[in-house]
């Protein structure tokens, strides 16, 4: 097609507005001057931006371009038939393709949990029916194994439930969460992050953790809680391990702690597994007396004044509030009201600050500047108008403004040979401008060059004629 175009072109250069063919819309075409289009045996199928150059197919390329059209069609059957023939062979084989597909499946998900127990240092844990776990060095999956303080726990046989209480920032809610995550994880047929494990198959798991405020279903923090709480023991039955965090917070201490012990009954009743934490002293000596439920605490060390992250079972802990609130820098003023608002004044005797009575240092912050209301303003945007001769001082020249005042209270004043801006209260008015000139009186002759009003003017203008030429 293009040889045949390029032999069209030299057999009528006087017609050609260029010396090569072009590819327009998918067509093989030759620029023809618009005054030679009749010369040329062929279709029109675009043009230049000026119109003076038409590309055309010829008559002799359109038949080879018919030609290619048809191969192509016969291009794209034999692909369809190729495409019909292979779906029909998979078709013949697609049960042994999905037993194959199957088998991927299974060992690509084995291969994945054996990486994963390797990544995270895992052990196959013992499976028991005897509704009983052990964890020996357990730690949470995302902790780092070489920060992580291992966790020892048994729970099972004659207790039940398990209430861990200790100071903030003590690892409660990590020591509950491991324990969930290394039954489901076992029981997913997975390894878990333990030195050694006996874990027993659970029926369901379910949790309180966190807070579930929402304002757009009115829930409160302690409404949240309690909605949790309730839809745990529907569900909850002897083959079930639940955990949950802060039982009883979020409300008055006193009806919080009478809650969290009617909670702990109805676990308790149910016969399932469970491990909650709290920091109320009544709930305490609830877990001491009752039958199937043991105490345990997350371990403080007082001197360093920093957790050890170590749960012992059969001891009730301390919130370790002061302490904690001590060491990150509340004042000892503040501390001393605190102290004996719980205890009374006799308690401040036998609490030792860790610091010196210094004040809460205040940090700096933006504050909020509000706009001075400038007086006069409307009145000193009207007091000079344009075209008024005013007298500029010092020096009492006189100009004409030729920009009026602005909010900074400055104008623009034309002066011989040039223009400047000048504070209002070194001008005075001289001459207004209605005494000088007419209502309708055109200023850029005063402030314009020529130039710059012909310009402005023929941009005005609804249109220009422009003057068009043929070749």
Same mark, same amino acid.
């Given at each position: 097609?293009?040889?045949?175009? !390029?032999?069209?072109?030299?057999?009528?250069?006087?017609?050609?507005?260029?010396?090569?063919?072009?590819?327009?819309?998918?067509? #093989?075409?030759?620029?023809?001057?618009?005054?030679?289009?009749?010369?040329?045996?062929?279709?029109?199928?675009?043009?230049? &931006?000026?119109?003076?150059?038409?590309?055309?197919? $010829?008559?002799?390329?359109?038949?080879?371009?018919?030609?290619?059209?048809?191969?192509?069609?016969? !291009?794209?059957? %034999?692909?369809?038939?190729?495409?019909?023939?292979?779906?029909?062979?998979?078709?013949?084989?697609?049960?042994? +393709?999905?037993?194959?597909?199957? +088998?991927?499946?299974? /060992?690509?998900?084995?291969?994945?949990?054996?990486?994963?127990?390797?990544?995270?240092?895992?052990? %196959? $844990?013992?499976?028991?029916?005897?509704?009983? @776990?052990?964890?020996?060095?357990?730690?949470?999956?995302?902790?780092?194994?070489?920060?992580?303080?291992?966790?020892?726990?048994?729970?099972?046989? &004659?207790?039940?439930?398990? #209430?861990?209480?200790?100071?903030?920032?003590?690892?409660?809610?990590?020591?509950?969460?491991? #324990?969930?995550?290394?039954?489901?994880?076992?029981?997913?047929?997975?390894?878990?992050?333990?030195? %050694?494990?006996?874990?027993?198959?659970?029926?369901?798991?379910? *949790?309180?953790?966190?807070?579930?405020?929402?304002?757009?279903?009115?829930?409160?923090?302690?409404?949240?809680?309690?909605?949790?709480?309730?839809?745990?023991?529907?569900? @909850?039955?002897?083959?079930?391990?639940?955990?949950?965090?802060?039982?009883?917070?979020?409300?008055?201490?006193?009806?919080?702690?009478?809650?969290?012990?009617?909670?702990?009954?109805?676990?308790?009743?149910?016969?399932?597994?469970?491990?909650?934490?709290?920091?109320?002293?009544?709930?305490?000596?609830?877990?001491?007396?009752?039958?199937?439920? /043991?105490?345990?605490?997350?371990?403080?060390?007082? !001197?360093?004044?920093?957790?050890?992250?170590?749960?012992?079972?059969? !001891?009730?802990?301390?919130?370790?509030?002061?302490?904690?609130?001590?060491?990150?820098? +509340?004042?000892?003023?503040?501390?001393?009201?605190?102290?004996?608002?719980?205890?009374?004044?006799?308690?401040?005797?036998?609490?030792?600050?860790?610091?010196?009575?210094?004040? /809460?240092?205040?940090?700096?912050?933006?504050?909020?500047?509000?706009?001075?209301?400038?007086?006069?303003?409307?009145?000193?945007?009207?007091?000079?108008?344009?075209?008024?001769?005013?007298?500029?001082? $010092?020096?009492?020249?006189?100009?004409?403004? *030729?920009?009026?005042?602005?909010?900074?209270?400055?104008?623009?004043?034309?002066?011989?040979?040039?223009?400047?801006?000048?504070?209002?209260?070194?001008?005075?008015?001289?001459?207004?401008?209605?005494?000088?000139?007419?209502?309708?009186?055109?200023?850029?002759?005063?402030? %314009?060059?020529?130039?710059?009003?012909?310009?402005?003017?023929?941009?005005?203008?609804?249109?220009?004629?422009?003057?068009?030429?043929?070749?």
């Amino acid at each position: 097609m293009k040889q045949k175009a !390029e032999q069209i072109m030299r057999s009528n250069k006087e017609s050609m507005a260029d010396n090569y063919c072009t590819l327009r819309n998918g067509r #093989v075409c030759i620029p023809v001057k618009r005054e030679c289009k009749l010369k040329i045996s062929g279709s029109v199928i675009d043009k230049s &931006s000026t119109g003076s150059t038409l590309f055309m197919e $010829p008559t002799s390329v359109a038949k080879y371009y018919e030609e290619l059209q048809i191969l192509t069609i016969s !291009e794209e059957n %034999e692909v369809y038939r190729i495409l019909y023939t292979l779906s029909a062979m998979v078709a013949e084989s697609v049960t042994v +393709m999905d037993e194959n597909i199957a +088998m991927m499946e299974k /060992l690509d998900f084995i291969i994945s949990k054996g990486k994963l127990s390797i990544d995270l240092h895992a052990v %196959e $844990p013992s499976i028991n029916t005897e509704r009983k @776990i052990v964890l020996k060095d357990g730690r949470h999956p995302l902790m780092d194994k070489m920060v992580n303080i291992p966790l020892q726990l048994e729970i099972g046989e &004659s207790v039940r439930g398990i #209430v861990i209480t200790g100071p903030n920032t003590g690892g409660k809610t990590v020591a509950i969460k491991t #324990v969930m995550l290394n039954c489901m994880m076992a029981q997913c047929g997975l390894h878990v992050t333990c030195k %050694e494990a006996d874990i027993c198959m659970n029926n369901s798991y379910l *949790c309180d953790i966190g807070d579930g405020q929402n304002i757009a279903e009115n829930l409160s923090t302690f409404s949240s809680h309690i909605k949790n709480v309730l839809e745990v023991l529907r569900e @909850i039955n002897e083959g079930s391990l639940v955990i949950m965090d802060e039982l009883g917070s979020g409300t008055d201490p006193t009806e919080g702690m009478g809650i969290a012990i009617a909670i702990l009954e109805e676990l308790r009743k149910s016969g399932a597994l469970f491990l909650v934490t709290t920091h109320y002293p009544e709930v305490k000596e609830y877990a001491g007396s009752a039958q199937d439920i /043991l105490n345990a605490r997350m371990t403080f060390d007082k !001197e360093t004044l920093k957790p050890t992250y170590q749960m012992v079972l059969g !001891e009730a802990g301390e919130s370790c509030a002061f302490y904690i609130a001590d060491r990150l820098g +509340m004042p000892n003023q503040m501390l001393r009201v605190a102290i004996a608002a719980a205890y009374g004044e006799g308690a401040l005797d036998r609490y030792a600050f860790q610091k010196e009575d210094m004040p /809460l240092e205040k940090e700096k912050t933006n504050k909020i500047l509000k706009n001075k209301k400038t007086r006069g303003s409307a009145k000193l945007r009207t007091k000079y108008k344009l075209g008024d001769s005013v007298f500029v001082y $010092p020096d009492k020249k006189i100009g004409i403004v *030729c920009e009026p005042v602005n909010a900074k209270g400055v104008l623009r004043v034309q002066l011989p040979g040039k223009k400047i801006w000048i504070n209002h209260k070194r001008v005075k008015l001289h001459v207004a401008a209605t005494e000088l000139y007419p209502p309708d009186y055109d200023f850029s002759i005063l402030f %314009e060059t020529i130039e710059n009003r012909k310009i402005r003017h023929d941009m005005q203008r609804k249109y220009t004629k422009e003057e068009i030429r043929y070749d």
